[in-house]
């Protein structure tokens, strides 16, 4: 039972994403919703990505420095860990749960609003491909403004842990600066983008499968955006393992 109700929802889901991506009627009305929604999801997100990304990155470096250092490690471990950390899993993997919550429960209870209040229905009467309309703006724009939220993060990182630095006195700034250049492979900051990719179209597209499919009131509206972060995030832990073995 419960395996048919999941292939049944992927069936709606992959016959929305069929709707959904199909070439926009108007394109001045498309890029303008398109600007609106980057802007909305993307750009307004900026802020709390900043503070959360600094005080992990400090939290990273004072936590690696007290468990991991010792004096068979080179004093520069502390540095080479932060950035690798960083990089390689919060700036992307760990980011984008968090934006799964915010950005995802936001999606899912507008879309819903619209569907419980009858105005997607009004947008079918009238012969406008409602999927493409809504959804369609919301999936590019996230997927447009994730990569500069992940080079935000990982920089916003980098920053905190020399906060702790020169603030904290935990490790000299010149060995934080060693180990954060020690080995550096650019194709890690590549593969965070590349994966960033991917789950912001998965924070975009399922919440708003959600939305638009949810039936009855306002009290499923809110169950229908719960049910959009959890898979959402499920989904972006899931593709996280096979994506970070497909790219490494």
């Not at 004096?71 to 799964?100: D, H, K, Q």
């Not at 060995?175 to 492979?185: C, K, S, V, W, Y």
Request: hydrophobic content about 50%.
């Amino acid at each position: 039972m419960v395996i048919y109700k999941w292939l049944n929802s992927l069936g709606r889901y992959l016959e929305l994403m069929g709707r959904t991506f199909q070439r926009p009627e108007r394109m001045r009305m498309f890029f303008k919703e398109y600007l609106k929604e980057m802007a909305q999801l993307g750009v307004n997100s900026i802020g709390i990505v900043l503070l959360i990304s600094f005080f992990i990155g400090a939290v990273i470096c004072i936590q690696m420095k007290l468990n991991i250092q010792s004096p068979w490690m080179p004093r520069w471990t502390t540095g080479y860990v932060t950035r690798e950390i960083m990089l390689l899993e919060f700036s992307s993997s760990i980011m984008c749960l968090i934006l799964a919550g915010k950005v995802g429960s936001n999606i899912a209870s507008e879309i819903g609003t619209m569907r419980v209040t009858q105005q997607i229905d009004a947008l079918d009467i009238m012969g406008v491909n409602s999927a493409c309309y809504l959804i369609l703006p919301k999936v590019l724009g996230l997927i447009t403004i994730m990569p500069f939220l992940v080079i935000f993060s990982s920089a916003t990182g980098i920053l905190g842990a020399y906060g702790t630095a020169y603030i904290g006195h935990v490790l000299s700034p010149e060995d934080l600066t060693a180990g954060l250049q020690h080995a550096f492979n650019p194709w890690f900051v590549w593969m965070s983008i590349i994966k960033s990719l991917f789950f912001a179209f998965i924070i975009s597209s399922v919440p708003s499968y959600f939305g638009y499919t949810v039936e009855g009131g306002s009290v499923n509206v809110g169950k229908a955006s719960t049910d959009a972060v959890v898979s959402s995030s499920v989904l972006i832990l899931c593709s996280d393992v096979f994506l970070t073995q497909l790219l490494s």
